[in-house]
Structure formats: structure tokens, C-alpha cells
């Protein structure tokens, strides 16, 4: 019998209560579709880093060629650093084949969370810090953001690559 492979998926999508708010974002699609196929370990990097439930937001902000994770509050503290290191450890201690992230987060979303250049303008074209750590380290890893997983084509091809990998 095949053991089966693992894969990560944002822990509020799998209904844990650990959004900024104090909420969860509980996709019955990924439940219904994924746990009796794959070892799922819930991750929120968020609270993984030290951050409380509920918390101020965060957000992506550029300094100079950089993007930061800065919280909102005074006084502003970076939490860059401390991603990038949780996303490494993440990854060394957890041998996943594919990965599911909440779309959005300044964490964990790819190519569409608010980010705000250098005059204080916001876009809506920024990678969390957590999946641009995963996608640097494991370029070739499946991810799939949890906005694409209504639509079956992108959940199967995601599922394929995960098997593949």
C-alpha cells in the first residue's frame, strides 16, 4: 500500500480559529476534496512566529528593494525576519508535496495581497512572506492559493502535481 504523501495547508482554511480577527476561513471544498487523500499539517505561520489570536493586522510594505512585514500598531515592528527564518524551519522539519495557502494574507497569499510602495500607495500585487520563502527554497513544490480551489481544473491539477512530486 502507498503511504500516503503530506501536504500543507493554511490552518484557517481547515477551520482553525487563528485569523488576525480571531475567525477562520473554513474551505468544505479542500476538506471534502483532500483529507482522506493526503496527511495534512495545518500551518499558520502567523501564530507559529509568536503572533496572538486575536492580533493587529499585518501588512506588506516596500523599503527600498525590499518588502516587509510590518505590524500596524505603534510602534511598528518588523516581523520579516522571523517568516523567513519560520519558512525555513517549516520546511526542514515537514516533508510536504505540495502546499495550499490562503490567498490575501500578507503571509501566505501569492500575488495578490495589499502591498504599499514607498509613497504609502497601496497594490493589490504582493506575495506574502511565508509562500515567497516556500516558493524561493522549493521553486518546483505545488501550490495552490485557496481562491482557485473551486475550480475543479486547478484542484486537479494541483492534486496530479502533488502526486507527481
Known sequence: ?????????????????????????????????????????AVCPEVEIGLSVPREKIELHQRGMEIQLLTTGQPVIGLTEKMIGYANTFLKNHQISGVILKDKSPSCGVENCKQYDESGNMQRNG??????????????????????????????????KVHEY
Do not use: E, H, W
Open 127 to 160: 506575495t506574502g512572506i511565508f509562500a515567497a520563502t516556500i516558493m524561493q527554497l522549493k521553486p518546483d513544490l505545488p501550490m495552490l492559493q485557496s481562491n482557485l480551489v473551486t475550480q475543479p481544473s486547478d484542484l486537479n491539477r494541483f492534486i496530479q
Open 1 to 41: 500500500m502507498d503511504q500516503k504523501k503530506s501536504i500543507a495547508i493554511s490552518a484557517c482554511l481547515l477551520g482553525y480559529k487563528v485569523r488576525y480577527d480571531g475567525a477562520q476561513q473554513r474551505n468544505d471544498i479542500i476538506i471534502k476534496q483532500l483529507v482522506d487523500r493526503f496527511n495534512i499539517i
